[in-house]
């Protein structure tokens, strides 16, 4: 290899050359590198590297963070940087170090102190993300060891978590910036500076027993950078023998071309201008992954030196096409550090796109030229470049030319004017020049990595001294196919003074230019055309404030104005966590209510905690993947194999007629089938599915089977459904009192409607199922991360005709459940388990993104309709309410979860006379199912919108009225349930205090009064939900605890771990019972075959049930044991287990818990429903920027009653992760569906999670003190799902800031809001000028790009 700049193409001939490189400093000389293999699948399957995650493949979760560090001859530098594993082609990696989690530390070596501090600081929940995040940690720790918290956020841009809602991941990397640091543990005595935990703010009372601490940095190993890993010496020699870089690879479809030369690189393509030139890999990555795109030639010139330079000319900055977008970041920075200021312009709009372009992983990788090739009409750089006037040198075999960004340089969508045989060799990007104002901006749900919804750049340039306009660009992305320069505005600003008319005209000649059709892709369309107009008037305000600056006399800007044009900046987040300690006196020993660490945390941060799909291939293990709808409601008229059953490494189909036992499934209700039958209900109901050697193979052949359908009317949309009556039967009623005299006796009556889109889980581990036939009597042995092992094992054991006692189900831990994985997940496991079962192989399969959303489904959506009966005090003292879910096509667990949306109408509020009734619509979608919060939050969430419309419609403020129609201790619930052991009211005022709410109230009103485009808004909400499971038989719970001979303990209990602490906290409860150390005692895994028929680990009851079944198991062992311990008070643990065991005593016990005095019932409304109810307040205020709908989250405090804690830092990750999974739920998390039932967010892409930049900047989480409940295990509570409700704070703080701005427009009174929240809804909400100018098309005059279902 390596031989000269010959012709690698005719050179290699029939063979490929040796691709080189580093993993974890080993050698890695590799003869087949394909193509179209990525990084990641290199790792984990040929590598056995399975300490980096796949959680998308897309680019957009950063589980498969690793480090690439490369040794740059021209600069004789080495450059580390932060990379997707998942989008890196293993191509590409010639003469790369490779490092991944597991190449930086271990449990059983010594953890690097990124590993241990995220763990110690309780920033690993189900662990999933963690490798990623710490990678992410670790690159940046490579390039600055003193890094500020701007820094670290940077960092993560490009990083989700599911669980932990990023608060402690923060804080406990805070110690390691400048902000944060720590001595690290070299003041242990002397007192660390980090002593007080966090380091965060000390609680303003004085209590003795409060603590602030959930970690200790003091116990931090010190960070020291000079212990790093060294770029192996050999690669050093190696990149720097290199004469050339041209390398050559060949896989099944696809040849890698990697020419060291311009000259190369041109013949190449002129000899294949089909061929595909691929740098960073982001977007063509993309294509071949989820568009099916093959691309046979992949032209790579990502080492060409005119590619990567950076020159200086008298005009601009030139870039080599192939530059990365951080590398571009940096030498603008730099530019921008050292020019004077109005020579910059055009870069600091440029840096400000970069700020929120993707995540560092993409931008580490994606080259500027990548971005303009590719022609997205929603790229955010393009706009700059065009509003700008940039430049570009083309070059084909024959020469080069120069061409202007344009409005002709694209020519139709992600087309230009570039030919096939030419490419981008560079950019120029000129300096501004005097009197030219630039700015650029973009407008996504989500701040941080996410596509635009519009993306614009404007640059005016003003004739010397004045404020008449001389020249004007105004580019847009995202208002039609390409990128787009607003040309007709342009002409008509020329010459015009800038001011208050030029304003006026621009917007409506912007209105009138810019226009979409209502059914165009992407949808929004109104928000989008306000957008434009909202835009350019920033951009007006900012360029009219810069001439004032400069002296030129110009309109000045209106003080309550200023705001608008105010660039948004991160704060960094600072919170408090408050929590009981334990009593003074406990023995250290007693782990109960202590913050004990996430027993698996560390492993999960070393990359060596396995999940499913990390277990080792079996020899002889086939992939399976599965053959999907792709129509909501159709007949099959025929189903083609042909083609695939002819591509390579393909061994089988599986259809229906492959089931040996029944086809009919469903985790309540057998009324869906494993395999379709003829007809499908939904896109993504599951056909059938291809078996093969590979997951590739597998998946390109299920791609390759054709289906013809005969199509039948779909039923979408809960309107439709309501049109049409299709409902699931019961239709539940809950009523108590009189509704009529309730009416009579109201002095006020109102009617409202709301909309309550659902969620989609987005645990970062999709499902997963591996299933081994065990070769005799129908045995078989199943990996899952199911949330319901015994229903697996029921439904599986259905499908393949055997006795449940043949199948064993095993669950180590989920990558996340959420309640995805408590129902859903049989719909991957029986597949799996059919295949295997045909095949009498091991079958595995691990569901893409994609897939995973497709065929799952998620929260339901709610739409409630409802009137309310009040008193002129604002008491409510009449509820009617409806509520409509969507179902989908299964029943599933709907039912239950309608029940507890019913449970929780009137949230917390005492309503004397009320009727709530349940309908659920039958439709088209993906089944639909259970997700934390279980229905509690829909019912909850319009319980608040009628709550807001009393007090709007009263005049008065929502607090006074929510607080006046709050429960007291001993009032009965709808379904006559006395609340005893009532603690709300203290929340509330422990809530009220903490915030400081009446303050904060009076300052969000003058900070209103002052500003016109950008408001505030402050709300505080209650929460009371039910602890039990509705279903009165799942209230039960095992346990099986062995001793051994040596003293150790192996705990199985009924529950499943999924990040939520679940095994720690039993493990604590062990603990304390048989009084030894956690150390003594292990969580293996979950298993059918060791505790039998247990309830799926959800309501949020696990701890409760489970955790009473390890103190009976325990009990039992402990009282066995006690004799012993008499005879021998003295002596070790170890001694009378041993005297025991020798005097024949049985050291393994079962365990068993039933919930006492349950059972409700819907026909009489009598009977307990709950055992016990969790209590809640929080408090949020909110910033809205009125003119776009972006919001930021100011503040949140939140009281939370969990009993005597079991183990606060989990309870309190609780609290947090679950309340930023609702700040998703409730103000940015969009499911969007097309009319005919297709799901078009399928991903992190185009579905937005939050992300670390979406945290409240100030955020309290107190636990309540002194509320010992003694319905529960040591007087805890359940904790999973309550506080997911209290988001719904921000959403009516939002509601709260949009009705601020609907009175500067004279508007008053309720108005609907649909959740979420989203920057689209809060925009439109806010009626003013420029929305009046972009009227929405009329409803039924189009068929829009997505339905609300
Ligand atoms: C998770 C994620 C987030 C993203 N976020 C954003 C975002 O916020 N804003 C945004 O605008 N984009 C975004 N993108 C899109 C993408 O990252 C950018 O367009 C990026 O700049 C592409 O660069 P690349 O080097 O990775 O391109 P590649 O995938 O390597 O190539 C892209 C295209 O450009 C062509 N090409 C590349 N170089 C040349 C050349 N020298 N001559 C001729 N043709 C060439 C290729 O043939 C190909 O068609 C995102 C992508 C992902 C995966
Ligand atoms: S798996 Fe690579 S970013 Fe999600
Ligand atoms: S801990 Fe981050 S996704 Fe679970």
Redesign the pocket.
Known sequence: MNGTTADTETRSGSGSDELVFFVNGKKIVERNADPETSLLTYLRRKLGLTGTKLGCA???CGACTVMLSRYQTHTQQLLHFAVNAC?APLCSLHLVAVTTVEGIGSVARKLHPVQERIARAHGSQCGFCTPGIVMSMYALLRNNTTPNMADVEEAFQGNLCRCTGYRPILEGYKTFTVEGGCCGGRGRDNGCCMVNGSGAEESSEEVIDESTSLFNAADFTPFDPTQEVIFPPELMSLTKGERSASLCFRGDRATWLQPDSLDEFLRLKWKHPEA???????????EVKFKNMVYPVILA?AFIPE?NEVRHTEDGVVFG??CT?SHMGAVLRQEVETLPPHRTEVFLAILEQLR????LQ?RN???????I??A?P????NPVFMATGCKLTLFDKDGSRVVRMDESFFTGYRRTT?RPQE???SIEIPYSKKNQFVSAFKQSPRRE????IVTAAMSVTFHPGTDTVEDLRLSYGGMAATTTLATQTEKKLLGRRWGEELLQDACSSLAEELTLDPSAPGGMVTYRRTLTLSLFYKFYLTVLQKLRDQGVKAEEVRSDCQSAADVFHPETPSSVQVYQAVPEGRGQDDVVGRPIMHLSALKQATGEAVYCDDVPLYENELYLSLITSSRAHAHILSIDTSAAESMPGVVCCVFADDIPGSNATGPVQYDETILADRQVTCVGHIIGAVVADTQLHAQRAAKAVRIQYEELQPVVTIQEAIAAQSFYQPIRTLQNGDLEAGFKQADHILEGEMHMGGQEHFYLETNVTLAVPRGEDGEMELFVSTQSASKTQSLVAKALGVPANRVVVRVKRMGGGFGGKETRTTVLSTVVAVAANKLKRPVRCMLDRDEDMLVTGGRHPFFGKYKVGFLNSGKVVALDVSYYSNAGNSMDLSLSVMERALFHMENSYSVANVRGRGFLCRTNLPSNTAFRGFGGPQGMMVAESWMTDVAQSLGRPTDEVRRLNLYVEGDSTPYNQILNQFTLDRCWDECLSRSGYQQCRAAVDLYNRQNRWTKRGLAIVPTKFGISFTALFLNQAGALVHIYTDGSVLLTHGGTEMGQGLHTKMVQVASRVLGIPCSKIHISETSTNTVPNTSPTAASASSDLNGAAVQNACEILEKRLEPYKTQNPKGSWEDWVRAAYFDRVNLSANGFYKTPDLGYDFDSNSGRAFNYFTYGVACSEVEIDCLTGARKNLSSTIVMDVGHSLNPAIDIGQVEGAFVQGLGLFTMEELHYSPQGVLLTRGP?SYKIPGFGDIPTRLTVSLLRDAPNDKAIFSSKAVGEPPLFLAAANFYAIKDAITAARGESGISGPFRLDSPASTERIRNACSDRFTKLCPPAEPGTFSPWSVQV
């Open positions: 897309e680019g957009g989008l595909r030139v691929v740098v960073g890999n982001t977007e063509v990555g993309i010139p590619l096409a192939a977008l929120w372009f993707a995540g993409i990788v994606a080259a500027v030229g990548g971005n090739m590719t997205s929603i790229s955010d750089l570039v490419v981008l060799v990595d996410d596509i635009s892409g």
